[in-house]
């Protein structure tokens, strides 16, 4: 009998009830729909970080290479045959920094830019990074360069070697790359044990050097001081 009332209810309701499943389904739909479009949002905005990330990327090897390039110049500028030998290895390099560092105000804009330098162009505004003031130090320590005089080409060398080490230290902080292996799960038990087994083979090579090359400087070695050209 209960059933039976609770039928002839629902049949003289039936529009009241359609009304409410009706609205219930729609909430459970609007729901997952959001639930969805939040995971759409957070999917779109990984995907252009690591697009950005990518040409960040590109931008730092770039870099690295030509601040090797320039380290190397000056330790080897006494080596150059003639002047006009090396002013064109020097013109080349510093045409590379040059667009390096234009390139990478696309990466790493200006800092402050409403409070300094407003009169200049929109990208120069402001205060540089230090990602890019190190490439500006290499830009102007190449600049300086000679054949003879000035800062040994060792001293030169280990100025510019400085500034690539800042400038690796602030592109790794801008791709931040333990948070992507975290994003994609590297760090697995089998990942952890290769990585072990690698630190030891670094150690074990380490320590072939240390006796092929007894005395060699290991890990950031000491920069020489500032002192008249010598011979080399």
């Given at each position: 009998?209960?059933?039976?009332?609770?039928?002839?209810?629902?049949?003289?309701?039936?529009?009241?009830?359609?009304?409410?499943v009706?609205?219930?389904?729609?909430?459970?739909?609007?729901?997952?729909?959001?639930?969805?479009?939040?995971?759409?949002?957070?999917?779109?905005?990984e995907?252009?970080?690591?697009?950005?990330?990518?040409?960040?990327?590109?931008?730092?090897?770039?870099?690295?290479?030509?601040?090797?390039?320039?380290?190397?110049?000056?330790?080897?500028?006494?080596?150059?045959?003639n002047?006009?030998?090396?002013?064109?290895?020097?013109?080349?390099?510093?045409?590379?920094?040059?667009?390096?560092?234009?390139?990478?105000?696309?990466?790493?804009?200006?800092?402050?830019?409403?409070?300094k330098?407003?009169?200049?162009?929109?990208?120069?505004?402001?205060s540089r990074?230090?990602?890019?003031?190190?490439?500006?130090?290499?830009?102007?320590?190449?600049a300086?360069?000679?054949?003879?005089?000035?800062?040994?080409?060792?001293?030169?060398?280990?100025?510019?070697d400085?500034?690539?080490?800042?400038v690796?230290?602030?592109?790794?902080?801008?791709?931040?790359?333990?948070?992507?292996?975290?994003?994609?799960?590297?760090?697995?038990?089998?990942?952890?044990?290769?990585?072990?087994?690698?630190?030891?083979?670094?150690?074990?090579?380490?320590?072939?050097?240390?006796t092929?090359?007894?005395?060699?400087?290991?890990d950031?070695?000491?920069?020489?001081?500032?002192?008249?050209?010598?011979?080399?």
């Amino acid at each position: 009998m209960a059933t039976d009332n609770i039928w002839q209810m629902l049949t003289d309701n039936v529009g009241t009830v359609v009304t409410v499943v009706s609205a219930i389904a729609a909430v459970i739909g609007a729901l997952a729909s959001r639930a969805e479009t939040r995971k759409q949002r957070q999917l779109r905005t990984e995907q252009l970080r690591q697009t950005i990330d990518s040409s960040s990327l590109d931008w730092g090897n770039a870099a690295i290479d030509t601040l090797a390039r320039a380290a190397m110049l000056a330790r080897t500028r006494h080596f150059h045959g003639n002047e006009g030998s090396f002013q064109t290895a020097k013109a080349a390099t510093l045409v590379n920094l040059t667009g390096l560092i234009d390139r990478g105000r696309m990466f790493f804009p200006n800092l402050d830019e409403h409070k300094k330098g407003t009169e200049k162009d929109g990208a120069y505004r402001g205060s540089r990074p230090p990602i890019l003031d190190a490439m500006v130090w290499v830009h102007c320590e190449t600049a300086a360069l000679t054949r003879e005089g000035g800062p040994t080409g060792d001293n030169s060398g280990a100025f510019i070697d400085d500034c690539r080490r800042l400038v690796v230290s602030e592109l790794q902080a801008h791709l931040d790359p333990r948070r992507l292996n975290q994003v994609v799960g590297r760090y697995d038990g089998q990942t952890r044990t290769h990585q072990q087994q690698a630190i030891e083979r670094a150690d074990s090579l380490r320590q072939q050097l240390l006796t092929r090359r007894p005395g060699v400087a290991i890990d950031n070695p000491t920069r020489q001081p500032e002192q008249p050209e010598t011979v080399q």
